[in-house]
Each structure stands twice: as C-alpha cells, then as structure tokens.
C-alpha cells in the first residue's frame, strides 16, 4: 500500500471514530458538564496520541533516510541507508542507494582524471624548473665565480656571498623539483623514496624515522605513487601544523597481504579542525587505488594516519 492511502486511510479511521462518538450514545448538555468535557477530551486524546503513533511507524524509514542522506560524504564511500518500510519507501531508499552507488563512481572517475592532470602537470613544471631555471642558475653561478676572480678584492667578498645566495635558491629549486616529480621513486623504488622523504624532512628540531619491513607484497606503480604522496603529504602537515619533534613512519605488512603506511607523530594532533584540501587530497588518492585512509589520535598524543592498501597479485619484495 502506498504511503498516500496509508496516510488517507489512518485520518479517515480518526474521523469515523469521531463521527461514531457523536451518533453514539454520547451526548453533550448545555452548558458542558465535567463529566461531558472529561469523555470528550480523553477521546481526542486518545484519537491525537494514536494519530501521532501510527504517523511515527509510517514515516520511521524516512527519517532513517534523512539521517544517512546528512551523514553521505563521498570522499567515504560504502555507507548505505537500510532499506525497510512498505512499497513507495523502500523503492525510495534503493533509487537513493543506486543515485549514491553512481555518485561515488563518477566522483571516483572524476577525480582519477584531475589527479592524473595534476601529476603529468607537476612532472611538466619540474622539468621546467630543472631544464630552465636551474639551467639559467647554474650559469650565473659560473659567470659569478668567473668576475669574481677579476675583480677587485674590495668587490670580490660581495660576489662571493651573491654566489652563495644564488647556490642556496638553486638547492631550493632543485629540492621542489623533487616534491614535484619523485624521480626516486621512478629510478630507485618506493622503499628509497621513503627512506630520502624522511632525510628531507629531518630538520632541527624534528627528527622523522622510518622503518621499512622486509618481504612486503608488490604495489603497482599506481599504488606506489598513492603511498608516497601520501607520506610526503602527512609528513608536510606534520612539518607545518603539528609542533611535533619526532616523526615515525612505516611501511608494515596489513590484514589479509595489505600494505600499511603509518605516519605518526607526537604533534598537537587534528584537535576539532575541520578537514583541508591536503587531507581531502590523500583520501581522494586512497579511493583511486580503494585503499583505506583513517586519521586519529596517535599513542603519543600526537597524530597518526593509516594508510592500508590491498596488494596486487604477485611475488614479495
């Protein structure tokens, strides 16, 4: 039965009942005695609270739906409403579940296509650092040094600290070249590029350490990227926002051959912020290659992010 005529049918129900009463034995005097006033105000009572509770259990599958509709978030997908109640509103929850199933895949499609944008467009602005500005740098250093043997000594000591100034934004380009495009991870592995991420955030006052476990599943190359990015993203908050002194990640063996990536601090931790571009970026990656990513309070008190990635078929490495 529709949820039309179960409605229609329960405030007809009401009004016959109170059209009974009236041709009923019932009768009121005037002016209303207690007694009188009394059986006609438990009877709307009792037709009010019998509306209410069957308007409750009619309509009880429509606030469940509107408190998943509330909760959806497609950067975390798998949740569904229970589908339950009669005819029109179950058809209703399975459209909404089947409407949420072809959001999440297109979302998915969607931003499989704008990260790997993004990726050929940092490969093109690395090499366009390197070939270019690094290129035209390297020549200034040299010209440098070369007028820097001619001159004068009073002029020399300020040619010289021009240089190291100029060497200085030359590491500086190279060093984003490298967060642009991981060539470590093209030429050497994800184990290398873990272990050269960690030397490049290690700085005074924070110390990052990694511990790679031995004979861990193969990721694809897919995979890969998405682990490292994801370090090097948890790493760059770590740096920026947590006040951490120490750093620990690790690549570990997960559940049913998964890979874990965990990065832990002992940062100030998440606190009540709400979610950036930079974490919203890592789940993004994660749903690429339906890997799981949970952030959370770390044992010290800090911050840890899990990323557990299903291994593809294959030998260990």
């Not at 469940?64 to 975390?76: C, F, G, I, Q």
């Not at 199933?101 to 969607?110: D, G, I, K």
């Not at 557990?308 to 030998?315: D, H, I, K, L």
Request: glycine share 10%; no cysteine; charged share 20%.
């Amino acid at each position: 039965m529709s949820l039309f005529w179960r409605i229609f049918l329960l405030n007809a129900a009401v009004l016959v009942a109170a059209v009974l009463l009236l041709l009923g034995p019932v009768t009121v005097s005037t002016p209303v005695l207690l007694v009188e006033a009394l059986v006609i105000g438990v009877g709307l009572v009792v037709m009010l609270v019998a509306n209410a509770v069957l308007l409750r259990i009619g309509l009880a599958p429509l606030a469940r739906l509107t408190r998943a509709m509330t909760s959806a978030d497609l950067l975390r997908p798998g949740s569904r409403a229970a589908v339950a109640g009669p005819g029109e509103m179950a058809e209703l929850i399975t459209t909404y579940n089947t409407m949420l199933e072809r959001l999440e895949a297109e979302r998915a499609t969607s931003s499989a296509l704008a990260l790997s944008a993004q990726e050929a467009e940092r490969q093109r602005i690395a090499q366009e650092l390197h070939d270019e500005v690094g290129q035209t740098l390297t020549a200034v250093l040299l010209h440098l040094k070369r007028t820097a043997d001619q001159v004068p000594e009073p002029l020399r000591e300020e040619l010289r600290q021009v240089q190291e100034t100029t060497r200085g934004g030359l590491d500086e380009i190279r060093r984003i070249a490298r967060r642009l495009r991981p060539g470590v991870l093209e030429e050497l592995g994800l184990h290398s590029a873990l272990r050269a991420l960690s030397a490049e955030f290690t700085a005074p006052g924070l110390t990052v350490r990694h511990h790679i476990s031995p004979g861990l599943p193969e990721l694809d190359d897919k995979q890969e990227l998405v682990v490292y990015r994801v370090a090097q993203e948890s790493l760059t908050n770590t740096a920026r926002h947590a006040g951490a002194r120490s750093v620990d990640l690790r690549l570990e063996p997960g559940p049913n051959g998964a890979v874990d990536l965990v990065v832990r601090d002992d940062g100030a931790g998440l606190g009540g912020a709400p979610e950036g571009s930079g974490i919203q970026g890592m789940r993004e990656r994660a749903l690429l290659i339906d890997a799981g990513l949970t952030l959370g309070p770390s044992a010290d008190g800090g911050t840890e992010v899990r990323l557990r990635v299903p291994a593809t078929e294959g030998s260990t490495v």
